[in-house]
């Protein structure tokens, strides 16, 4: 079973960073994995993914944060990283961690991130 386990979260001031990291059991670079965030009252949405090695490992990001963030993979530590700068209020909200392996979806519990303004 696929465990994944987020950390790096906290407590930032507006323009202030945060490097959000995903730990995985087993190795995870042969699938797609990315980040999204929920808010309190609103959906979970997607904020960046890599894809998997067989895949290209093509990065994306929402229009919200492009520029802002950026997705790495270290394969050696079976991490995902999300690095976060330029932060604003509206970031705020829960990380979560995704893998995607055909079209079952695995989540992390989960990271908070809140941006004083």
């Known amino acids: 079973q696929v465990q994944l386990v987020e950390s790096g979260g906290g407590l930032v001031q507006a323009g202030g960073s945060l490097r959000l990291s995903c730990a995985a059991s087993?190795?995870?670079?042969?699938?797609?994995m990315g980040w999204y965030r929920q808010a309190p009252g609103k959906e979970r949405e997607f904020v960046a993914t890599?894809?998997?090695?067989?895949?290209?490992?093509?990065?994306f990001y929402a229009d919200s944060v492009k520029g802002r963030v950026t997705i790495s993979r270290d394969n050696a530590k079976n991490t995902v990283v999300l690095q976060m700068n330029s932060l604003k209020p509206e970031d705020t909200a829960i990380y979560y961690c995704?893998?995607?392996?055909?079209?079952?979806?695995?989540w992390g519990q989960g990271t908070q991130v809140t941006v004083s303004s």
């Open positions: 995704n893998l995607r392996r055909g079209n079952v979806d695995y």
């Open positions: 087993g190795r995870t670079f042969s699938y797609d």
């Open positions: 890599i894809r998997g090695s067989w895949n290209g490992g093509s990065t």
